[in-house]
């Protein structure tokens, strides 16, 4: 079981494949996020619309440098976990081989309930969720 419903990313041949694991350990298969900035950010509304404002994203360290989706995430308030690239290399040798990118996005996404792996992990939050109100 997972503790928050998590979409794991990963990034493989020029395409990125997306993966939402839920709270009862279920993987939904998911249409990755555009190139296109605009259709980015309809992309993360969307995400949380349809899996819960709490989901969070799930990626690797290579990822989140090189692509904007990480500032987009956080800009819309969604928790990032960042997943050093080695870590995640290594899980894909062992468990999958050089193959089903869409096993190695679910398996990103589940790495922060397990307890041991989460001290090797870096979470991302944004201080300014503007999914809140201000009260006057």
Do not use: K
């Amino acid at each position: 079981m997972n503790e928050r419903t998590r979409c794991g990313l990963w990034r493989e041949r020029g395409r990125t494949v997306a993966v939402v694991v839920d709270t009862e350990g279920r993987c939904q298969r998911i249409a990755p996020p555009p190139d296109d900035e605009s259709e980015r950010w309809d992309w993360l509304s969307s995400l949380a619309a349809e899996h819960g404002l709490d989901v969070e994203l799930a990626l690797t360290e290579s990822m989140a440098r090189s692509d904007s989706l990480l500032h987009l995430a956080q800009q819309n308030g969604i928790q990032i976990w960042l997943i050093p690239d080695e870590l995640a290399a290594a899980i894909r040798y062992v468990a999958f081989g050089h193959q089903r990118g869409h096993w190695v996005a679910a398996l990103l996404a589940r790495i922060p309930d397990a307890g041991a792996w989460r001290a090797h992990l870096r979470r991302q939050v944004s201080n300014d969720d503007p999914r809140q109100m201000l009260l006057l």
